[in-house]
């Protein structure tokens, strides 16, 4: 069974910084696909970026040049680097794992990012 834990988020004021990470107990398989999500506020939950098993990585046309996904498998982490950040970018971030051998996924519990003057 995988569980995955959050940390990293916070208050920020616009053009800040933040690194979110997320650890997987259980482990994360080097085919696994990873992600982060986000969900705003009386808004549906949206992907934010993808990395697969062999490092291609895929961005919301939003934060594209902004954020940064990375995996470390021997430490069994995802992380997402934000820069610059804006007003826009305020949600709950979700680390998602799609376990390719099963199909199934699996969710953090969501970690808050404020970007507010």
């Known amino acids: 069974q995988v569980q995955l834990e959050e940390s990293g988020g916070g208050l920020v004021q616009p053009g800040g910084s933040l690194r979110l990470a997320c650890l997987a107990s259980g482990g994360i398989f080097s085919i696994d696909h990873l992600g982060w999500y986000r969900q705003a506020p009386g808004k549906r939950r949206e992907l934010v970026a993808t990395i697969t098993n062999g490092g291609r990585t895929n961005y919301a046309d939003s934060v594209k040049g902004r954020f940064t996904i990375s995996r470390d498998n021997a430490k069994n982490t995802v992380a997402l680097q934000m820069n610059s950040l804006k007003p826009e970018d305020t949600a709950v971030y979700y680390c998602?794992?799609?376990?390719?051998?099963?199909?199934?996924?699996?969710w953090g519990q969501g970690t808050q990012v404020t970007v507010s003057s």
């Open positions: 998602n794992l799609h376990r390719v051998v099963t199909g199934m996924d699996y």
